[in-house]
């Protein structure tokens, strides 16, 4: 495994608290929070893949 791939390991568990985070604390809408989610882990996902 390379070292962008620990790094995307490292960083999408981290974007999905924080997006979370942001909706309990009543920042983002329930539908932002979701697709912040789901973009950051198809990127995450594609990004991976192609390493």
Same mark, same amino acid.
């Given at each position: 495994? *390379?070292?962008?791939?620990?790094?995307?390991?490292?960083?999408?568990?981290?974007?999905?608290?924080?997006?979370?985070?942001?909706?309990?604390?009543?920042?983002?809408?329930?539908? *932002?929070?979701?697709?912040?989610?789901?973009? *950051?882990?198809?990127?995450?996902?594609?990004?991976?893949?192609?390493?």
């Amino acid at each position: 495994m *390379s070292d962008a791939q620990i790094g995307l390991l490292m960083a999408t568990p981290i974007i999905v608290v924080f997006a979370f985070a942001l909706k309990r604390m009543g920042v983002l809408q329930g539908y *932002s929070s979701l697709a912040a989610v789901i973009f *950051s882990v198809a990127i995450a996902g594609v990004l991976f893949l192609q390493q």
